[in-house]
């Protein structure tokens, strides 16, 4: 497995490329923005992409998905909490949902090459936000930070929804490198040693 990351965008999103060498078939996690730069890579790489997969319905994590599905017409994946039909009038916090949408929920599996994403549902930040297991890989969106974990003061979120997301995570088995939404990436092993609001939720849980 290679993981690529791009940040992209006002809000330094971290979107990563995640490839099965084998194959070269990748899945893109949160093309937050500069489809340009995220369709540059995947061409220079010969990559093919199969699934675009969104950890939440930030704007910030889907600004450059209509690029990117263009470029490689690959499905996209949201949870159905964090969406709503683009008829409706919704927030600019959510995302609008077309057609062409795929919804994921808590359990499912999918695969691209010999990669299997597995979906955990950790709302809090927002209410469908999830997060991604691959392999040791853990794709936690705007959940889990290092350090620290996202702001639950947007609509729909809730601390103690976040945080019993955060205890879910820190009783994982194992260790997992974790890649989060914005800024730099950790260890989960570490997390359950320094992150505040992880210790928190695990002596209040
Ligand atoms: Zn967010
Ligand atoms: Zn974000």
């Known amino acids: ?5 791009i940040p992209v ?11 099965d060498e084998a194959t070269l078939k990748s899945a893109v996690i949160d093309p937050g923005d500069e489809s ?8 220079t790489n010969n990559l093919t992409v199969e699934a675009i997969f969104l950890t ?21 994946y949201v949870h159905k909490a ?8 919704g927030s600019h916090m959510m995302f609008p949902a077309d057609a ?11 695969k691209v090459g010999n990669l299997e994403f597995k979906v ?3 709302p809090g930040h927002s209410r469908g936000s999830v997060t991604l297991l691959c392999g040791d890989a853990m794709f936690s969106g705007d959940t889990l ?12 979120g809730d601390m103690a929804t976040i945080l019993k997301s955060l205890l879910r995570l820190s009783n994982l088995e194992g260790d997992y490198e974790v890649y989060p939404g914005h800024m730099g990436s950790s260890t989960l092993s570490r997390e359950r040693s320094f992150n505040y609001y992880m210790n928190y939720a695990r002596n209040n849980g």
């Open 1 to 5: 497995m290679l993981i690529k990351t």
């Open 56 to 76: 939440h319905g930030h704007h910030d994590h889907w600004l450059g998905l209509d690029g990117v599905r263009e470029g490689t017409g690959a499905p996209a």
């Open 100 to 110: 062409n949408i795929k919804y994921y929920a808590e359990g499912d599996v999918i």
């Open 82 to 89: 964090d969406s709503f039909p683009a008829k409706e009038r």
């Open 145 to 156: 930070f290092r350090d620290s974990c996202g702001r639950t003061d947007f609509e729909g």
């Open 36 to 43: 340009s730069v995220i369709l540059n890579y995947i061409e």
């Open 9 to 19: 965008g006002q809000l330094e999103t971290n979107c990563y490329i995640v490839t």
């Open 120 to 122: 955990l549902e950790t």
